[in-house]
């Protein structure tokens, strides 16, 4: 199957600040978007999903931006908060019963 | 409600070795997985069940068996540990199948020597 990919591996963001973690995928047939979050040694966390009909929804302090023209996804974080350091995954579903999971961004947050 | 629980923890197995890695919610779910996580890795698909009595395979299912007897239970058996199984395991589920807002349990760190 196609990979979904993240642009860059850290972000380091002032605390306070917004965060914008970024994401490319590869299949155009993916119908659902996902964002999971990675405390240090726990699992993943939902944050928000979209549909590929749509271009921006918006969660609790989130907003997830999808561009569909270039194969981007982002996941904006406002007022970044030091609970927000963490993995996190984008994943991408083609239609069946099984999630594609890009590698992770790490954010890191600064004081 | 426990959520998705797993057990064990930590595990260490010798070389073709046979376990079982328990995962059980009580949230009524229908559909369960389990993934595997490798450093610098996304989780990829072992398998999964959207019912009791239905199992089918993810991405990697080689080497991995699952059943689901019950609603409740998700066990996934290693047939013969390898290094390459060296992972850490994570089981999740989700109230519908389709349903993306998956919930994973702690993992279970699995070393094979």
């Known amino acids: 199957g196609e990979s979904v990919g993240l642009h860059l591996p850290t972000l380091s963001v002032q605390e306070g600040d917004n965060s914008i973690i970024n994401c490319a995928y590869s299949?155009?047939?993916?119908?659902?978007f996902i964002w999971y979050k990675q405390e240090s040694g726990k699992g993943p966390q939902f944050i928000i999903d979209?549909?590929?009909n749509m271009d921006k929804r918006q969660g609790q302090r989130v907003t997830v931006l999808l561009n569909k023209t270039v194969k981007h996804l982002s996941l904006q974080i406002a007022a970044t908060q030091p609970g927000d350091s963490a993995v996190y995954f984008c994943?991408?579903?083609?239609?069946?019963?099984?999630?594609?999971w890009g590698a992770g961004t790490k954010l890191i947050i600064k004081p | 409600n426990a959520g998705v629980t797993q057990t064990p923890k930590f595990q260490v197995l010798k070389t073709g070795q046979s376990m079982t890695l328990q995962c059980a919610q009580d949230?009524?779910?229908?559909?369960m997985s389990w993934y595997r996580q490798d450093p610098g890795m996304g989780l990829r698909l072992i398998h999964y069940?959207?019912?009791?009595?239905?199992?089918d395979q993810g991405e990697v299912p080689n080497g991995y068996n699952v059943s689901r007897s019950t609603t409740e239970d998700f066990p996934l058996r290693l047939l013969s540990a390898a290094p390459s199984q060296t992972s850490v395991y994570f089981c999740?589920?989700?109230?519908?199948?389709?349903?993306?807002?998956?919930?994973f349990g702690p993992g279970t760190r699995l070393t094979v020597t």
């Open positions: 999740a589920s989700s109230f519908r199948t389709g349903d993306y807002e998956q919930y």
């Open positions: 949230m009524n779910h229908e559909y």
């Open positions: 069940s959207v019912g009791a009595g239905i199992t």
């Open positions: 299949n155009s047939a993916s119908d659902y």
């Open positions: 979209i549909r590929s």
């Open positions: 994943a991408e579903n083609e239609g069946n019963y099984q999630l594609i």
